[in-house]
Structure formats: C-alpha cells, structure tokens
C-alpha cells in the first residue's frame, strides 16, 4: 500500500510516516518509480508506534523495543526488557508528577 493508503487507515499524517521512516521505525520498499510501499502489516506497526510515542517513549527507545513488541494484534505483546523500560518510565513520570504537584501547592501558598 501507499503512504495515503496507510496514512487514511491509521489517521496518521503522511509527514509523521515520512518522519518514522527517517527515524528507522517504519521501512517501505521503494516502487520502480520511487514510491513507498509499506507491507500488509504496517497499519499495526504504526499503531504499535503511536502507542510507544503515546507513552512517552522516544524514537531511539522504540526502535530499541518495536521488534520485541510485534504480534498479531493491536494491542501488542512486550518483552520482559520492554515491560521493564515501560515501568521505569512510569516511575519517573509518578515521580515528576509528585514534584510538579508539590511546586503547585507551593505557588498557591506564595498568591494566598
């Protein structure tokens, strides 16, 4: 299929699938004439991709896991090491959201 092909059935921009290729987690063939075309699985790799970057994952990172974490389905099947980087990010990020909580009350209590 073509990048709009693939871009209507996961309503991701065509930009976006350019910027996954460039970053080596979405690789189409090349036609003869130079167009992209991306295998029958790529609407799921490109869910399984949003779903990473949703989480906060950075290109490098899901480069890392996107082949541990393929399968059949939309909702992917991780590895242990992805398991384990996913939890340590929500660590981080329960933590942020502590500190950030905590700088809040005290900016209340400066304006009262």
């Given at each position: 299929?073509?990048?709009?092909?693939?871009?209507?059935?996961?309503?991701?921009?065509?930009?976006?699938?350019?910027?996954?290729?460039?970053?080596?987690?979405?690789?189409?063939?090349?036609?003869?004439?130079g167009y992209?075309?991306?295998?029958?699985?790529?609407?799921?790799?490109?869910?399984?991709?949003?779903?990473?970057?949703?989480?906060?994952?950075?290109?490098?990172?899901?480069?890392?896991?996107l082949p541990?974490?393929?399968?059949?389905?939309?909702?992917?099947?991780?590895?242990?090491?992805?398991?384990?980087?996913?939890?340590?990010?929500?660590?981080?990020?329960?933590?942020?959201?502590?500190?950030?909580?905590?700088?809040?009350?005290?900016?209340?209590?400066?304006?009262?």
């Amino acid at each position: 299929m073509r990048i709009g092909q693939l871009s209507a059935m996961t309503g991701v921009s065509r930009r976006a699938l350019r910027y996954y290729e460039e970053q080596g987690l979405l690789v189409p063939r090349r036609s003869a004439n130079g167009y992209r075309e991306y295998a029958d699985d790529a609407p799921l790799v490109v869910r399984q991709i949003t779903a990473l970057l949703d989480s906060g994952l950075n290109s490098d990172a899901i480069r890392r896991f996107l082949p541990c974490a393929r399968g059949p389905r939309p909702e992917f099947e991780m590895c242990d090491e992805l398991r384990a980087h996913l939890q340590r990010r929500r660590e981080e990020l329960s933590n942020q959201l502590h500190r950030l909580s905590e700088q809040v009350g005290k900016l209340a209590a400066h304006l009262e």
